[in-house]
């Protein structure tokens, strides 16, 4: 995942996935291992979008990423497209129940929290 990346280098798509080494030899963040993907939304562009399960540091909201979920066939994995921003929760929330696209919007998504 690019939970190491700074934010304005993911608005730039300009973070590589790297490895562990790479990361615990460098300033980059490490991803608490309790965290990962919490809620995922397939949207009508055919894309997903993908919310982290934690808050990373002082961040304003979970990341929320758009991924391209490949075909499924051997050899097309997932491909990430773009950081699409922050997911704030509401007073008292701290993780996603579920998550589902409006119908037709490649940009909206409902979010309960809980």
Same mark, same amino acid.
């Given at each position: 995942d690019k939970t190491h990346c700074k934010t304005e280098d993911l608005v730039k798509n300009e973070c590589m996935i790297v490895d562990k080494k790479v990361v615990d030899e460098s300033p980059y963040r490490t991803h608490p291992k309790s965290g990962g993907y919490e809620g995922f939304a397939q949207l009508a562009?055919?894309?997903?979008?993908?919310?982290?399960? %934690?808050?990373?540091? +002082?961040?304003?909201?979970? @990341? %929320?990423?758009?991924? +391209?979920?490949?075909?499924? @066939?051997?050899?097309?994995?997932?491909?990430?497209?773009?950081?699409?921003?922050?997911?704030?929760?509401e007073i008292n929330a701290g993780n996603i129940a579920d998550a589902s696209a409006v119908p037709g919007s490649s940009n909206l998504v409902v979010v309960i929290e809980r």
């Open positions: 562009d055919g894309t997903v979008a993908a919310f982290l399960e %934690v808050v990373i540091d +002082n961040e304003p909201g979970v @990341r %929320v990423y758009k991924i +391209n979920p490949g075909s499924c @066939r051997s050899g097309d994995l997932p491909k990430f497209e773009s950081f699409r921003g922050y997911y704030p929760f």
